[in-house]
Every structure is written in C-alpha cells, then in structure tokens.
C-alpha cells in the first residue's frame, strides 16, 4: 500500500500548489462597441454616397435641401443643379 499512499501524497501536494496559483488575470472587457448612429441619412445626389442629414455641406435647390460628402460633390451640383436634382 505504500505506492497508494504516495499517489495520494502527491495528489495532496498537487492540490495544495494548485490551490496557491494565483488565477490568471481575467481579461479586460471589450470596449463597448459605439452606439450605431441614429442619425437620418440623407444621399449625395452626386456620388450616391449616404450623408449625414445634419452634414455641414448642404444646399438647398427648391423645396428640397441636398446634402454632400464633400466640396468637390457640392461645387459638381452648383453648377449643374438640374442635373443631379430630383
Ligand atoms: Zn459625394
């Protein structure tokens, strides 16, 4: 019985070390992904890009205002409005 005894020995020993491990650190919680944006979506009637509804490049044509990605986008449609305006 005394390879039994040892077994359960170095079972105890086993038990008492693991026991004394500290844990590993847990890991850091994700960052809570950004609220996805409520904001009303408007579309450059240049490029067809989705815009912001509250975007700072905008120009109002009739009873409608557009809304633009860019400078470039705004400049395309002051200067041929009928164009892209629907
Ligand atoms: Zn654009």
Redo the contacts with the bound molecule.
């Keep these: 019985m005394k390879t039994l005894t040892t077994l359960l020995l170095a079972a105890a020993l086993f038990a008492a070390v693991g026991c004394g491990k500290t844990p590993p650190p847990a890991a850091p919680a994700p960052a809570p992904a950004p609220a996805a944006s409520t904001a009303a979506k408007e579309k ?1 009637p ?2 067809g ?1 989705d ?1 912001a509804a509250n975007a700072p490049l905008s120009m109002k044509e009739g009873a409608k205002t557009y809304h ?3 400078q ?2 705004l400049d395309k449609f002051k200067a041929d409005p009928k164009k892209y305006a629907k």
């Design positions: 450059d240049v490029c890009m815009v633009f990605c860019s470039g986008c």
